[in-house]
């Protein structure tokens, strides 16, 4: 192998870890609340096209353009970042309370059937946003056309313009922002009161129950979290790829769900795993073999039946005896 082909490797990896810590965030999400409640809440990645399209409307009008200077927005990353999570938290805890907790003692069919049900609702509404009549949104124009996101951080390369590899800001604001949320995550489900509860819960709500955990308020609480780390996915991913669109839910959510499975489903060092190697996986195979873009998909999903052929709960996940 000759120097370039290292440095194409190279560079393709760091486009995959990039592209998986924010599936990570995602796939928390989906097995946060599936291993409290048991439910594959398909509507979340609708959740993270939503968020995209806030954080697209707050660009709009507050006016967020790139720095003269080259340098991170960093007043405007913050904005973007307190009012979208913001957003998408209440979004997702007024979803539970409509449409899931109404229907929690109900066989799991249901609360299936509601989720897939809530998430056309969401696609719908991203259509409905799409032609808002801002110049971001294209004037309102073409609702159902994906929408440009300004490039806030430009492509300068960190390491140099003669590098052989390419570090642009935004791989560095994915690995600055992502892993700490994660550290702090883990952090909160093992250390805190409410991360005990969420333990409890999980393990066996009605035991929580008469011991005076609030199992409702716990699961508000989860919907909270999940949704917030949902917006913070929907900033990077509109600032690292400059486009959305009302249909870029389906693929980010299928990628955080197999993740999360691959990880094994409930377990959250389980989902950061898979949503990683989802990403190595695709962006090897899309950058280094001829028509891979085609391709990718295949061998991811080819990927996670291997591993559920030989480790059924997944890479990290527990195995748990069947009741008979």
């Known amino acids: 192998m000759t120097d370039a082909d290292y440095a194409l490797i190279g560079q393709q990896l760091i486009i995959g870890l990039s592209n998986g810590l924010i599936i990570a965030l995602v ?64 979004l997702n805890w007024t979803v539970d309370r409509v449409a899931y907790r109404p229907i929690r003692a109900a066989p799991k069919l249901t609360a299936l059937v509601t989720a897939i049900g809530v998430s056309f609702v969401c696609v719908n509404l991203g259509l409905f946003w799409g032609g808002a009549p801002m110049a971001v949104f294209g004037d309102g124009r073409a609702a159902a056309a ?107 959510g299928m990628d955080a769900f197999t993740a999360a499975v691959l990880g094994g489903i409930g377990n959250l060092p389980g989902a950061v795993l898979g949503a990683l190697l989802i990403g190595v996986v695709r962006a090897l195979i899309e950058g280094l073999v001829p028509g891979g873009g085609q391709w990718s998909s295949t061998v991811v999903f080819a990927t996670l039946i291997l591993v559920l052929v030989f480790r059924p709960s997944g890479l990290l996940g527990a195995k748990v005896r069947e009741k008979v």
């Open 146 to 252: 994906a929408k440009d996101v300004p490039d806030l951080l430009g492509y300068r390369n960190l390491l140099g313009k003669d590098a052989a590899l390419v570090l642009t800001s935004k791989d560095v604001l994915v690995a600055v922002i992502t892993l700490p949320l994660l550290t702090a995550l883990t952090w909160f489900v093992k250390r805190t009161r409410t991360g005990t509860a969420m333990r409890a819960v999980a393990q066996n709500p009605v035991a929580a129950s008469l011991v005076g955990i609030d199992v409702n308020r716990v699961i508000g609480a989860t919907f909270l979290i999940g949704g917030a780390l949902a917006g913070v996915a929907s900033v990077i991913l509109a600032l690292y790829n400059n486009t959305i669109s009302f249909q870029m839910g389906f693929r980010c």
């Open 27 to 90: 796939a928390l999400g989906y097995t946060m609340v599936y291993g409290i409640v048991e439910l594959i809440n398909f509507a979340h990645g609708d959740l993270v096209m939503l968020g995209a399209f806030a954080a697209l409307t707050v660009i709009g009008v507050c006016g967020f353009q790139p720095p003269a200077d080259g340098g991170i927005p960093w007043t405007q990353l913050v904005v973007l970042l307190t009012v979208v999570p913001l957003f998408t938290a209440g």
